[in-house]
């Protein structure tokens, strides 16, 4: 147990914050999301890490080194470095392949820490189940709180599987529940999230937190004149038909087929509608969709709608946000979304959503005020509430005013904000246990003590 004299405590009575490790095992903040194992979490990492720092919190993010030519370290802003950690073969290893090299992963981070004076780190956060099983240990050996984000579930994906996507393995759920029940805070990013923690994984109530992920209103902000028409050219887009567009990691969980087959039945319901229409697919091949990496561009062909798709790899900055607005629609039709940052960061530019009515998804588009919630993933549904909208700019328009007024309730100035009050509750309830068991321990006066 650390030395409790090696913590000054504040004039307010609570414990300082000055410094946290955050783990992420699988992916670096440093990739470009929408391929590989990339996607939301580098989003979330890199920009709350940004926010912490500002606010006098450095970070330090550590993740396993992919290539030989890494720099042991990297400032990604100041006050947030990224540490590459060494542990197994730097390619061709896929995350299924990771728990083998926790043990590897987890002795790069203690011999960090252990460089560095006594106390350190303040808190430990980890991102992905991974992630929690060093944050477990970083936890025990440092002697501070952890606090964990999920971002996804395996008892929640496996119940909503796609056709041909696998089941997550029982080495993964029961990493889950150790790392539930080791956590001293668990950061849910929906209402939704925190009720399946506590009731697949039997979390404690009071260990959950709720804080929404958020986006970059700054960099995602809606058209001005005639930037609709200019983002059109940017990309090559017809500029008077009509433009849907999937963003994301291809793979059956986030369901780009869905769409495209949506495409396709659209031709039979409204092909007036159809014969305008181009589908933009944004990402790379990801989890089980690396199995047949051209397996959507196929699908396509098959449903006779090569000409009216346009496959473009992961769009970075504002690269990205001009996609959004050459959009008429997004179309988020996943299977399973812990919250879904696609969702949000089309809305900020001022596009309605389409999404499927499921996790996160549910609070982050507004049914009928900023976009359309679908049930299920039947291409007919899909085709109707595409065909529909597509069909009446009028009410599309409704919809992305009401799609901007939602996103500026999201921030990630708000999420940072939320994760520290987490942060501060766990180190304050971590320091003061840590003090009544070391006040438990001293012998009384009088009887060769203090």
């Known amino acids: 147990m650390p030395d409790l004299g090696l913590r000054q405590w504040s004039a307010n009575g609570r414990p300082p914050l000055r410094r946290i490790a955050t783990l992420s095992v699988h992916t670096s903040p440093l990739e470009q999301p929408g391929t590989g194992d990339a996607g939301g979490m580098n989003v979330y990492i890199v920009e709350v890490a940004r926010r912490l720092a500002a ?5 330090e993010v550590f993740t396993r080194a992919t290539a030989s030519d890494l720099p042991p370290s990297f400032e990604l802003a100041p006050g947030v470095h990224v540490r590459h950690v060494t542990s197994g073969p730097f390619e061709g290893l896929a995350k ?3 728990p083998a090299q926790l043990c590897a992963f987890t002795t790069g981070v203690l011999r960090t820490e252990a460089g560095r004076a006594p106390g350190w780190y303040d808190l430990v956060h980890s991102h992905y189940w991974l992630s929690g099983q060093v944050g477990w240990l970083a936890k025990d050996r440092w002697g501070v709180p952890l606090v ?12 909503q599987l796609a056709d041909g996507d696998k089941p997550e393995p ?3 759920v029961v990493g889950e529940e150790q790392v539930v029940a080791e956590a001293d805070r ?4 929906t209402p939704i999230e925190a009720r399946q923690l506590v009731n697949l994984y039997r979390a404690e109530p009071e260990q959950v937190a709720v804080v929404e992920p958020g986006v970059d209103l700054r960099r995602f902000t809606p058209a001005g004149p005639g930037g609709v028409t200019a983002a059109r050219r940017r990309f090559g887009l017809p500029l008077g038909g009509y433009v849907v567009a999937f963003v994301g990691r291809i793979q059956p969980l986030k369901a780009p087929d869905v769409l495209l087959r949506a495409a396709a039945a659209l031709r039979e319901r409204d092909p007036a509608v159809a014969e305008r229409l181009t589908v933009v697919v944004v990402g790379g091949p990801s989890g089980s969709g690396l199995e047949r990496p051209t397996a959507l561009i196929e699908l396509a062909a098959s449903l006779g709608i090569a000409g009216a798709v346009r496959f473009l790899p992961p769009q970075a900055g504002d690269v990205l946000a001009d996609l959004y607005r050459a959009a008429d629609l997004v179309a988020v039709p996943s299977y399973n979304e812990s919250f879904g940052l696609v969702a949000l960061e089309a809305q900020a530019c001022g596009t309605p959503v389409v999404a499927a ?8 588009v507004r049914d009928d005020v900023s976009g359309v919630l679908v049930d299920g993933h039947a291409p007919l549904d899909w085709a109707q509430v595409l065909g529909g909208l597509l069909g009446a700019p009028g ?5 992305g005013r009401g ?15 939320g994760l520290l009050t987490v942060y501060r509750e766990a180190v304050a309830a971590h320091w003061h246990r840590m003090s009544a068991e070391l006040a438990g321990r001293r012998p009384a006066l009088g009887a060769g003590g203090w």
């Open 357 to 364: 009515a499921v996790g996160g998804l549910v609070a982050a």
């Open 170 to 172: 029982l080495a993964r």
């Open 96 to 98: 299924e392949d990771l």
């Open 403 to 417: 799609a901007v007024e939602h996103a500026q309730q999201f921030s990630w100035d708000r999420t940072a904000t």
């Open 186 to 189: 668990l950061v849910a990013n």
């Open 55 to 59: 606010s006098g919190v450095e970070v």
């Open 395 to 399: 009410r599309r328009a409704e919809l």
């Open 148 to 159: 964990h984000t999920a971002h996804t579930l395996a008892k929640v994906k496996n119940a």
